[in-house]
């Protein structure tokens, strides 16, 4: 029996990103020549805001928040740092340039212990789940965090297999066929139990050091001592010889 045709609809999250960009310019013409009301940093920050949307409920756990660093996904719920304009356009910019090609749909897992595992891939077709992805240079394998990402979607969709596809800043593109991995998702489904332990008990999960960490919101959390972050950094900081002087005293 053939499946009804399902008519393509914008997805939701870029009608809201596009409302938002729409009510921020308006209100930016609107201020002329008085005090402004409204700014494109203002903009920034709400679509930032609508392309990452903070979740709750402790028993939910994303996909994102499971590939990555268990860390960070844990300070971005319990200790939330500010992004700088700098960070929060970086996503903004990925995301739009891709956004043409996905036809987003959510999804689902049972992960044990009453935790469930939700994700939003980017595009689901009769037989294959697929990703997009911007990189400053093409990689000649996948991305761990991608790997993981795609292979939970294909268990959540049941797929076969999935496709990640890699696109540098000059448009060329390197295409991974991915298969399904049961093994990957025991681990991934652990990984996620694990973090909805630690944030029902407020403990922060071990550091998991990876180049990532250095442009990491929550960077100075996990490398500096709170109560004294002269003793982490230091040439960094250019204060090298102020505290060297000060340990010899």
């Known amino acids: 029996m053939t499946e009804p045709q399902v008519r393509y609809k914008k997805p939701r999250i870029v ?35 609508v ?8 028993s939910k756990i994303t996909v994102d928040e499971v590939s990555g660093c268990l860390r960070n996904s844990y300070l ?27 036809k987003p749909m959510e999804g689902k897992l049972d992960a044990g212990s009453n935790v469930t595992l939700v994700g939003l891939a980017d595009r689901v077709e009769d037989d294959v789940v697929m990703m997009f992805r ?32 890699y696109f540098d800043r000059e448009g060329n593109e390197m295409e991974f066929q991915v298969p399904k991995s049961e093994k990957l998702l025991n681990e991934t489904k652990r990984r996620a139990r694990i973090l909805n332990t630690l944030l029902k008990n407020n403990i922060a999960p071990a550091i998991e050091p990876s180049e990532r ?22 040439q960094a900081r250019g204060k090298w010889r102020e505290f060297k002087t000060k340990t010899i005293l």
């Not at 921020?24 to 940093?41: L, M, S």
């Not at 990491?216 to 230091?234: P, R, T, V």
């Open 76 to 102: 971005d719920r319990k200790d939330p740092s500010e992004r700088n304009h700098t960070q929060m356009m970086s996503k903004i910019m990925q995301k739009s340039a891709l956004s043409i090609m996905e």
């Open 51 to 58: 392309l990452s949307p903070q979740v709750a409920d402790e």
């Open 15 to 49: 009608e809201k990103v596009q409302d938002k960009l729409k009510e921020g310019i308006e209100n930016y013409r609107a201020a002329g020549d008085a005090a402004p009301k409204f700014d494109v940093y203002d903009v920034i920050e709400e679509v930032f805001a």
């Open 213 to 234: 960490c250095l442009s990491c919101a929550h960077n100075e959390k996990c490398y500096y001592a709170s109560e004294d972050k002269l003793k982490w950094g230091i």
């Open 134 to 165: 911007a990189v400053e240079e093409l990689p000649e394998m996948p991305h761990a965090e991608h790997f993981i990402q795609l292979n939970s979607y294909l268990h959540m969709f049941d797929k076969p297999e999935g496709v990640i596809v």
